[in-house]
């Protein structure tokens, strides 16, 4: 039987056209966030099963691959329980691998630590546009700073590095967690469905506010609740005066201090801004990661339909391995998706650089051969890229190829 010679399921291969882009794009982000001072750090692929089903990430927890006991410890003639056969697995995201390598390694990093992590990651996911079940991601996170200072500074450096990529006119979504629980208890939900009605609002962009009220009295939420928090919507602004709007509104069932920080964000991120872009206060945002505390925040881009990454504060995270909370906040970008629109608009990387192409003919002789390789070397030295390849049956077509990949010169060498 032939072996298969596509991919597994939600895999893919990355032909040289998109790994070009993806190098181009690494390099840029390395570039960019390092000049805010973030620092490149690495986790392995695999966790501690514990880890990965703390009850942290959400509906992620349902896609783990998950990898049985190795050797003697694996006894599947006495195995009872899943425990007893797996104790590790394929990490899902990068959070919850960097909280551990923080607990394990904080005596030797500095305070804050601005860490700077890509890897791929696995989800057992049903694969669809932009999304497959390995995938890259790239994410950004200061640990040990308690102030919005953390909020502001990952924000600018993602979006200048997306305005780098030459995207423009994207929208910066923000709301808080505490303004989230603040409008729920000034609605009159208990706080047990809390999580049930944020889910339900999490879906405003899909069906709207009109759908939203019917969702929430159809799950059977008290009219008078939803009342309310249709009211609250409906007035809303997605500025500053919004958010000045919601902290007038709800009174104490506000800290006060959650809409005070959103507004110093939000007006810090326009006043230091690079990129073309908005940022918007949406109190329907809510993100489904469970270990959000405070600021929560989506880069919404239009040529995608729907978000491109994403973010926010996680302080009691750490806390779960070391005892002690650690004060947290992370931006991640959809590498993927990235790629995958600059691939869409046929993006070209930028270059100065000059790359040459050496065609030989089969009948030139090793000395010749030698001689173009002599040259080859000592452009090389220079910097300049050399591609060097026979001359093929087809010549025009080999150097219209040659042209789509960027070699401007091309010379054809001969038997003399």
Same mark, same amino acid.
């Given at each position: 039987m032939?072996?298969k010679?596509?991919?597994?399921?939600?895999?893919?291969?990355?032909?040289?056209?998109e790994?070009e882009?993806?190098?181009?794009?690494?390099?840029?982000?390395k570039?960019?966030?390092k000049?805010?001072?973030f620092?490149?750090?690495?986790?392995?692929?695999?966790?501690?099963?514990?880890?990965?089903?703390?009850?942290?990430?959400g509906?992620?927890?349902?896609l783990i691959?998950k990898?049985l006991?190795?050797?003697?410890?694996?006894?599947?003639?006495t195995?009872?329980?899943?425990?007893?056969?797996?104790?590790g697995g394929l990490?899902?995201?990068?959070t919850v691998?960097?909280?551990?390598y923080y607990?394990n390694?904080a005596?030797?990093?500095?305070?804050?630590?601005?860490?700077?992590?890509m890897?791929?990651?696995?989800?057992?996911?049903r694969?669809q546009?932009?999304?497959?079940?390995q995938?890259?991601?790239?994410?950004?996170?200061?640990?040990?700073?308690p102030?919005?200072?953390?909020?502001?500074?990952?924000?600018?450096?993602?979006?200048?590095?997306?305005?780098?990529?030459?995207?423009?006119?994207?929208t910066?979504?923000i709301?808080?967690? /505490?303004?989230?629980?603040?409008m729920?208890?000034? *609605? &009159?939900f %208990?706080e047990?469905?809390?999580?049930?009605v944020?889910?339900? +609002?999490d879906?405003?962009?899909?069906?709207?506010?009109?759908g939203?009220?019917?969702?929430?009295?159809?799950?059977?939420?008290?009219?008078e609740?939803v009342a309310?928090?249709r009211k609250?919507?409906?007035t809303?602004?997605n500025?500053?005066e919004?958010?000045?709007?919601?902290?007038k509104?709800?009174?104490?069932?506000?800290e006060?201090?959650?809409?005070?920080?959103?507004?110093?964000?939000?007006?810090a991120?326009e006043?230091?801004k690079?990129?073309?872009?908005?940022?918007?206060?949406?109190?329907t945002?809510?993100?489904?990661m469970?270990?959000y505390t405070?600021?929560?925040f989506?880069?919404?881009m239009?040529e995608?339909?729907g978000s491109?990454?994403g973010?926010?504060r996680?302080?009691?995270?750490i806390? /779960?391995f070391?005892?002690n909370?650690?004060?947290? *906040? &992370?931006? %991640?970008?959809?590498?993927?998706?990235i790629?995958?629109l600059? +691939?869409?608009?046929?993006?070209?990387i930028p270059?100065?650089a000059?790359?040459?192409?050496?065609l030989?003919?089969?009948?030139?002789?090793?000395?010749r051969?030698?001689?173009?390789?002599?040259?080859a070397k000592?452009?090389?030295?220079?910097?300049?890229?050399?591609?060097?390849?026979?001359m093929?049956k087809n010549k025009?077509?080999?150097?219209?190829q040659?042209a789509?990949?960027g070699y401007?010169e091309?010379?054809e060498?001969?038997?003399?």
């Open positions: 032939a072996l010679k596509k991919p597994t399921t939600g895999m893919k291969d990355i032909l040289p056209k790994m882009i993806r190098d181009y794009v690494i390099g840029k982000i570039e960019t966030y000049t805010f001072g620092q490149s750090m690495e986790t392995p692929c695999v966790e501690h099963i514990e880890n990965l089903n703390s009850k942290q990430g509906e992620n927890e349902k691959f990898i006991k190795r050797g003697q410890k694996l006894n599947l003639e195995a009872r329980t899943e425990a007893d056969l797996v104790d990490r899902y995201d990068l691998p960097l909280c551990r607990a390694n005596n030797d990093l500095p305070v804050p630590f601005k860490a700077l992590q890897g791929n990651v696995w989800r057992a996911d694969p546009r932009g999304r497959f079940r995938f890259m991601q790239c994410d950004i996170d200061i640990l040990g700073e102030s919005y200072l953390a909020e502001i500074e990952l924000i600018l450096a993602t979006t200048t590095l997306l305005g780098k990529l030459d995207f423009k006119n994207f910066i979504r709301n808080h967690r /505490k303004i989230l629980k603040g729920a208890k000034y *609605c &009159g %208990s047990e469905q809390y999580d049930e944020f889910v339900i +609002l879906k405003m962009d899909k069906i709207g506010i009109d939203v009220e019917a969702e929430l009295l159809e799950s059977g939420y008290p009219a609740a309310r928090c609250l919507f409906d809303i602004t500025d500053v919004g958010v000045r709007y919601i902290q509104t709800l009174g104490d069932c506000l006060q201090s959650a809409a005070e920080d959103l507004i110093t964000i939000i007006s991120v006043r230091g690079t990129a073309d872009f908005k940022i918007s206060f949406d109190p945002l809510v993100r489904g469970s270990y405070g600021p929560i989506e880069i919404a239009d995608f339909g491109v990454g973010g926010g996680y302080d009691e995270m806390g /779960k070391t005892g909370d650690i004060c947290a *906040c &992370g931006f %991640s970008i959809g590498f993927e998706r790629v995958m600059l +691939l869409e608009r046929d993006y070209r270059s100065s000059v790359k040459k192409a050496y030989i003919d089969k009948k030139a002789s090793p000395e051969i030698m001689e173009v390789m002599e040259k000592a452009e090389r030295e220079k910097g300049i890229s050399v591609y060097v390849s026979m093929k025009k077509f080999q150097k219209e040659l789509l990949d401007e091309i010379e060498y001969f038997e003399d």
